[in-house]
């Protein structure tokens, strides 16, 4: 088994640790706290934000094909930041989650797929569908981010 995640050990690892960093970065410096209210007005616009979003992610990912393996960790890095740092705003690690996990499982799937996939691929032949298979889990959590995650959000935050 070990084996299985040796290509996407260090992208984990790297996720994983600036996640916490980010979180508790922020908790630190932090003035307020900054409460996110979903909107779902214009979702046409904002699901083509996002899925231009992701697949500029995508292509990073696959350029780390040339680039080398750094440039994935650092992608990987950079969104565990990010995540991190968001977390520490809503100052809620529940609330973090409900804005998170309904997209945020489909997308960083897709994304470590991909970085597996593109790991994997400097020893063997890696095929163009699993490629692809990982850009539809991408495009399935934009769908999620946009008709799904705001209406939780909202049903959360309706609640007091």
Request: aromatic residues 20%; glycine residues 6%.
């Amino acid at each position: 088994m070990r084996y299985k995640y040796r290509y996407i050990n260090k992208e984990l690892f790297s996720f994983f640790v600036t996640i916490f960093i980010g979180y508790i970065v922020t908790n630190f410096f932090k003035k307020s706290i900054i409460e996110w209210h979903a909107s779902d007005s214009n979702l046409f616009y904002g699901f083509l934000h996002i899925i231009v979003n992701n697949s500029a992610c995508f292509i990073v990912l696959l350029l780390s094909i040339i680039l080398g393996r750094y440039l994935s960790i650092s992608f990987f890095a950079l969104n565990g930041l990010i995540l991190g740092i968001s977390m520490g705003f809503i100052n809620n690690i529940f609330l973090s989650l409900i804005f998170t996990l309904p997209h945020g499982v489909f997308e960083f799937l897709g994304f470590f797929m991909t970085s597996y996939f593109v790991n994997k691929s400097r020893e063997v032949i890696v095929p163009k569908r699993n490629y692809i298979e990982s850009y539809v889990i991408i495009f399935i959590a934009a769908i999620i981010e946009v008709l799904v995650t705001p209406v939780i959000v909202n049903f959360y935050l309706s609640r007091g």
